[in-house]
């Protein structure tokens, strides 16, 4: 019995180890991406997972003149998100979960942690020492 028990746990920890993070994913090319916190709460508060409202000219509009947008609409399902930080941001409505993310590991923004499914691996960016050295001459 206790020899099952430990293989069970055994297969379990292995099994949460190595695909703990590779469900990390957008819900929907509706995700609205913000340069700041704020807008990108806001924004999930005005327009949620409605794409056609999302899509009204004046809501374009507005996104665009806060720092949003949603570039990786048609592309949402191959985007690849690593974790900076989540966080709340109050807002009149109430707290809004907000994370700050690596977008395919070049770009970072914010968005509405409810676009995300899954666990985010944390963003570990890589130096090079090469790279910190000034040329000779």
Request: charged share 20%.
């Amino acid at each position: 019995m206790k020899q099952k028990m430990k293989k069970s746990i055994c297969f379990a920890m292995l099994a949460l180890s190595g695909s703990a993070f590779a469900e990390c994913h957008l819900k929907t090319g509706n995700a609205v991406f913000c340069l700041a916190p704020k807008p990108a709460a806001y924004a999930y508060q005005a327009l949620g997972f409605d794409a056609k409202k999302t899509n009204l000219s004046h809501y374009r509009q507005l996104m665009q003149e806060a720092g949003c947008g949603r570039p990786y609409g048609r592309t949402f399902k191959e985007t690849s998100l690593r974790l900076f930080s989540k966080g709340r941001v109050a807002t009149p409505d109430g707290w809004v979960s907000v994370s700050h993310v690596a977008v395919n590991d070049s770009d970072a923004y914010y968005v509405a942690t409810d676009y995300i499914e899954g666990v985010c691996e944390p963003f570990k960016p890589t130096t090079n020492s090469s790279s910190n050295t000034l040329p000779a001459g």
